[in-house]
């Protein structure tokens, strides 16, 4: 079964600084893919970056990069330049090539940043 | 704007009753999930539509029951609601086989049940 861990449960940054937010997931399979999303308080889930389990590179979109360490089974996202809206909650999930569609998500990350 | 819709936003009702939750995915997406985010589960994945057939089930209660239609909007029916059900629901819709098929969500309904 596919598992995803996020052990932070909230996060504080302060404004231009930047800040890692932690996820490890445990899958048996090969095939994988790992999003990130960031939901703010206005309660919708915002698609961030993708990282695929055979991609040999990190990957990045703007000021979101993802540090990915596939022997670790780890898959943090750096946010770069903190901004007053990237307050809200991050959510890391895996999706499983070849076997159920769905996500499966952590627990979230509530990140504060401050002026 | 992830381009998925859903209607109602909001919904507020007894116990008991019955309720339909609409979704309309992005424009060429055949895919369409539902996903129940509730404070105690987290985000939790019920059901996936392909086309118009079933594809996947997760954690969907006996009492909820989905559908795709042939324009693909999906619609998610809860019947026999329960204190417990009040949640947030999310539709998500994704283009199959793609590289990354990601899931681009909707903006949720939020269910409460008194």
């Known amino acids: 079964a596919q598992k995803i861990t996020q052990t932070q449960p909230g996060m504080f940054v302060q404004e231009k600084e930047a800040v890692t937010l932690d996820c490890t997931y445990d899958?048996?399979?090969?095939?994988?893919?790992l999003f990130w999303y960031k939901q703010p308080s206005s309660g919708e889930m915002i698609f961030l970056i993708y990282q695929g389990s055979y991609d040999q590179q990190n990957a990045t979109e703007g000021r979101y990069s993802l540090n990915f360490q596939k022997a670790r089974k780890s898959a943090n996202l750096v946010i770069s330049a903190s901004q007053l809206g990237d307050s809200a909650m991050y959510f890391c999930?895996?999706?499983?090539?070849?076997?159920?569609?769905?996500?499966?998500f952590g627990k979230g990350t509530k990140l504060t940043v401050n002026p | 704007d992830s381009g998925v819709t859903q209607t109602p936003k909001h919904l507020i009702t007894a116990t008991g009753q019955r309720v339909t939750l609409r979704c309309s995915p992005r424009s060429g997406d055949l895919s369409v999930y539902w996903y129940q985010q509730s404070l105690d589960q987290g985000l939790q994945f019920l059901i996936q539509?392909?086309?118009?057939?079933?594809?996947a089930k997760g954690n969907i209660l006996e009492r909820f029951s989905a559908q795709q239609f042939p324009d693909l909007h999906s619609e998610l029916n809860l019947s026999s609601l329960e204190l417990g059900d009040s949640a947030l629901y999310f539709c998500?819709?994704?283009?199959?086989?793609?590289?990354?098929?990601?899931?681009?969500f909707g903006p949720g309904t939020r269910l409460t049940v008194l």
């Open positions: 539509y392909y086309n118009g057939e079933e594809r």
């Open positions: 998500a819709s994704s283009v199959e086989l793609s590289r990354t098929d990601t899931q681009y």
């Open positions: 899958t048996s399979d090969p095939s994988y893919g």
């Open positions: 999930a895996m999706r499983v090539r070849g076997g159920s569609e769905k996500l499966v």
